[in-house]
């Protein structure tokens, strides 16, 4: 086994190139599980296990509670813990959180279609019907901000920038939070691109900044339908991807009003919803994008 330090590992590599082949040092993304546990009135609950890379697990556990509808303010935690119950194993420790509601019980889960089981690579498998975000009570979009494409376009190299663990690792997602002038405001960085956002969202939710209504959320890989469904439910406007989008993201971002932004890179991006917020030449882009 791998011998595993936080987020990252160190392992041994065969390089070849041009023919040649040497033996080098290598860091790998740690990938691990987290469980999720309620615990409310004496009562304890697993709602959620995922893949994911340690580091920010209480973050990523109130992201996912809060995009998943169990929980919606801060004064509803009674504290974040990690399990540290005499009949875990202690290397398991730190894999196991317990989320103490302030509730007289434990909340009614049968709704929860995605709870229990999610890996890193997909997220917590789908809900299958754009109603069901409908039904969440999202709070509605502002109009604005009205973001320049050079803006835009300048996040990717940001969001690089500030990559600390896939500068050394190579091997891991990253979800951006910026505000409507480009400035970053939170990174944070997973296996799974789900867990990222959901760590960004988590940290908004537990610094009381949610509604995010006037910033800009860019992920580096592709745009889903789960990423477009947990920005819908923390009120983001705008929401970028360095690849592309797929078609239920798109379909969540024109129901919702949302700005889709797909393929940001350098000196290009693709608008696939919500081009009222972009302005080019000091003009706000064209509604006819929507319907074609």
């Given at each position: 086994?791998?011998?595993?330090?936080?987020?990252?590992?160190?392992?041994?590599?065969?390089?070849?190139?041009?023919?040649?082949?040497?033996?080098?040092?290598?860091?790998?993304?740690?990938?691990?599980?987290?469980?999720?546990?309620?615990?409310?009135?004496?009562?304890?609950?697993?709602?959620?296990?995922?893949?994911?890379?340690?580091?920010?697990?209480?973050?990523?556990?109130?992201?996912?509670?809060?995009?998943?509808?169990?929980?919606?303010?801060?004064?509803?935690?009674?504290?974040?813990?990690?399990?540290?119950?005499?009949?875990?194993?202690?290397?398991?420790?730190?894999?196991?959180?317990?989320?103490?509601?302030?509730?007289?019980?434990?909340?009614?889960?049968?709704?929860?279609?995605?709870?229990?089981?999610?890996?890193?690579?997909?997220?917590?498998?789908?809900?299958?019907?754009?109603?069901?975000?409908?039904?969440?009570?999202?709070?509605?979009?502002?109009?604005?901000?009205?973001?320049?494409?050079?803006?835009?376009?300048?996040?990717?190299?940001?969001?690089?920038?500030?990559?600390?663990?896939?500068?050394?690792?190579?091997?891991?997602?990253?979800?951006?939070?910026?505000?409507?002038?480009?400035?970053?405001?939170?990174?944070r960085e997973d296996v799974g691109r789900h867990n990222a956002v959901d760590k960004v969202i988590g940290w908004a939710f537990m610094q009381r900044k949610l509604p995010l209504h006037d910033c800009?959320?860019?992920?580096?890989?592709r745009a889903s339908y789960e990423i477009l469904q947990k920005s819908t439910v923390a009120g983001l406007p705008v929401v970028c991807a360095v690849s592309a989008p797929s078609h239920l993201a798109v379909d969540v971002a024109r129901r919702f009003g949302v700005t889709l932004?797909?393929?940001?890179?350098?000196?290009?991006?693709?608008?696939?919803?919500?081009?009222?917020?972009?302005?080019?030449?000091?003009?706000?882009?064209?509604?006819?994008?929507?319907?074609?």
């Amino acid at each position: 086994m791998i011998p595993r330090v936080g987020s990252k590992v160190r392992t041994r590599v065969t390089v070849v190139e041009s023919g040649r082949h040497r033996v080098r040092d290598d860091q790998l993304a740690t990938e691990e599980p987290l469980e999720i546990r309620l615990q409310a009135a004496g009562e304890t609950q697993t709602v959620a296990v995922t893949m994911r890379t340690p580091g920010n697990d209480f973050e990523l556990a109130a992201g996912f509670l809060h995009n998943e509808g169990i929980i919606s303010e801060p004064a509803q935690l009674n504290g974040i813990t990690y399990c540290v119950d005499a009949d875990v194993d202690a290397d398991q420790r730190y894999n196991i959180v317990n989320v103490g509601l302030r509730l007289a019980g434990l909340p009614e889960l049968a709704t929860l279609e995605r709870h229990f089981y999610t890996t890193s690579a997909c997220g917590v498998c789908g809900k299958a019907s754009l109603d069901a975000i409908a039904m969440r009570d999202c709070p509605a979009l502002p109009p604005g901000p009205a973001v320049n494409p050079s803006l835009l376009t300048a996040l990717p190299q940001k969001l690089r920038a500030a990559q600390g663990l896939f500068e050394a690792t190579g091997g891991l997602h990253a979800a951006g939070l910026f505000d409507a002038s480009g400035t970053l405001m939170c990174l944070r960085e997973d296996v799974g691109r789900h867990n990222a956002v959901d760590k960004v969202i988590g940290w908004a939710f537990m610094q009381r900044k949610l509604p995010l209504h006037d910033c800009i959320l860019l992920v580096s890989g592709r745009a889903s339908y789960e990423i477009l469904q947990k920005s819908t439910v923390a009120g983001l406007p705008v929401v970028c991807a360095v690849s592309a989008p797929s078609h239920l993201a798109v379909d969540v971002a024109r129901r919702f009003g949302v700005t889709l932004v797909g393929f940001l890179r350098e000196e290009r991006l693709n608008v696939y919803a919500g081009a009222q917020r972009i302005q080019w030449n000091g003009q706000i882009g064209p509604e006819e994008i929507e319907s074609s």
